[in-house]
């Protein structure tokens, strides 16, 4: 590169490099996605802050962003845009990864039997994927061991779905809570201060801690109110029974 200054390249270059075509990294410029090159003479030279841009473009399109929301989060912060990436990134993945598992569509015919509007249900809990070829995705085995122990201790398995519809209507307000939390008290006060580069560690740091607290705070709860549920339940059973002891007295009685 006659005149180029070392690690700078032509726009072929940056093609090959990336693996994009010329008119695909025009069409980026062309859009904002991409800052101009350096010229000179009639020769625009681009550097590595170019690669680690397009290598971002589309890191944030694989992720399911589209070009102007990419163009946003870019015009947003210059140095802040990989942050702002990593952050969204950490913030939509899992709380705890749990492989899925494909199964036979007989070996959950054997749990739940051959019904099809159960199978609907949990496809539409996400607990069930049916693939092409017939068989089926369990996105979560831990909830599918936990229908088929139900199963064995004699409950339906509609009652089981049933049941865990209720439970996802409550984890989601459980998670808006604690999502609304994050928002208001850290991410707020953090974004009005013009998301300053040196507080991200701590945006991070507030993100992955309380994810996991959140977990344990819903679990604590749910341990709470299962304790209080099956101690009203037993006294109202108690004094059913005994009730219903006091009636076969007084007919004994008689």
């Known amino acids: 590169m006659s005149g ?11 093609a090959e490099r990336t693996g994009m075509t010329v008119r695909n990294i025009r069409a980026h410029q062309t859009r904002g996605l991409l800052p101009p090159p350096v010229v000179r003479g009639r020769t625009g030279y681009y550097n590595e802050e170019h690669v680690a841009r397009v290598t971002l473009t589309r890191e944030m399109q694989a992720d399911g962003l589209n070009l102007e929301a990419i163009r946003r989060v870019l015009d947003s912060g210059e140095g802040s845009a990989a ?17 899925p598992e494909i199964i036979e569509a007989a070996e959950l015919a054997g749990i739940w039997g051959d019904n099809a ?19 089926i995705e369990v996105i979560s085995p831990r909830l599918m061991e936990a229908a088929a122990e139900l199963s064995e201790l004699g409950v339906g398995a509609e009652g089981a779905l049933r049941t865990a519809e209720k439970l996802r209507q409550h984890a989601d307000g459980a998670a808006h809570a604690f999502i609304k939390l994050f928002v208001e008290e850290v991410w707020k006060p953090f974004d009005e201060a013009g998301r300053p580069e040196r507080e991200w560690p701590k945006v991070n740091e507030a993100l992955e801690r309380m994810r996991p607290l959140a977990a344990g705070a819903v679990l604590a709860m749910f341990q709470i109110a299962m304790s209080e549920a099956t101690e009203k339940e037993s006294e109202r059973t108690l004094k059913l029974a005994a009730r219903r002891g006091g009636q076969k007295e007084k007919r004994r009685k008689r």
């Open 83 to 99: 942050a702002i990436f990593d952050f969204t990134r950490a913030l939509r993945a899992p709380l705890e990864h749990e492989a």
């Open 117 to 135: 509007k159960l199978l609907r249900l949990a496809e539409k809990l996400d607990i069930l994927r049916s693939l092409p070829d017939g068989r």
């Open 4 to 14: 180029a200054v070392k690690d700078e390249m032509t726009i072929g270059e940056l």
